[in-house]
Each structure stands twice: as C-alpha cells, then as structure tokens.
C-alpha cells in the first residue's frame, strides 16, 4: 500500500521556476516507477515524466523535454520535478503516480495504480 502526497505548486511567471516533490508513504521497492502527469482544464491528463526507482533513468515528454529535470531520493521515499522556463501552457494540476513494473512498458502509457491528490501550477504570462 502506498500513498502519495504533492507539494510545492503556486504562481509563477512565464520563463521561472518551481520544483515539485511527492513523498511516498509506504515501503518503495526496486521495481517501482514513479511518475508526473499533469490536466489542464479542458483537455485529458498528459504524461510529463517518469523515473525507475533502482536505476533512476529518466523519461521525458517531448513537451517538457530541456526544461523539467526528474529526480528521486530513495532514502526519502520521494520524486522531485524541478520546472524550469515555465510557459504559460505549463498550467496544470500536477499529480504524482506509482507503480511495481517488472518489466519494460511505455512509462507514458502504463495504468498506474496509486496516484496522489494534486497540486496547482499556474503560470502568467
């Protein structure tokens, strides 16, 4: 069982920055992967990054690519997005997700099973 909680979200202007964190509660193995999605309103929920627990190797949209760096501390059980650049197309709730993958799939396409809350990202032009 893992429960997943969001932080550091708000307003920015276009071209600043913000670093998210999802802190996992719950015991994270080697195999899972911890991801970012985000939904503006009006449009379905897009896949932005995601990150393989053991090895740490990033994947990136294309939208975001250059610009949000993934990362992940073990030892805390936490995922950062650190969001560079920021476009006013950025705005979005970000959700945090997590899954036990035991072998390659599209990290963008997987049905993750635990998701957290949400948090706001708005940024200005």
């Known amino acids: 069982q893992v429960q997943l909680v969001e932080s550091g979200g708000g307003l920015v202007q276009a071209g600043g920055s913000l670093r998210l964190s999802c802190a996992a509660s719950?015991?994270?193995?080697?195999?899972?992967?911890m991801g970012w999605f985000r939904q503006a309103p009006g449009k379905e929920r897009e896949f932005v990054a995601a990150?393989?627990?053991?090895?740490?190797?990033?994947y990136y949209a294309d939208s975001v690519k250059g610009r949000f760096l993934i990362s992940r501390d073990n030892a805390k059980n936490t995922v950062y997005l650190q969001m560079n650049s920021l476009k006013p197309e950025d705005t979005a709730v970000y959700y945090c997700?997590?899954?036990?993958?035991?072998?390659?799939?599209?990290?963008?396409?997987?049905?993750?099973?635990?998701w957290g809350q949400g948090t706001q990202v708005t940024v200005s032009s």
């Open positions: 997700a997590a899954d036990q993958i035991f072998q390659y799939v599209d990290y963008a396409s997987w049905k993750y099973k635990y």
């Open positions: 719950g015991r994270i193995f080697s195999s899972y992967v």
């Open positions: 990150i393989s627990w053991s090895a740490g190797k990033p």
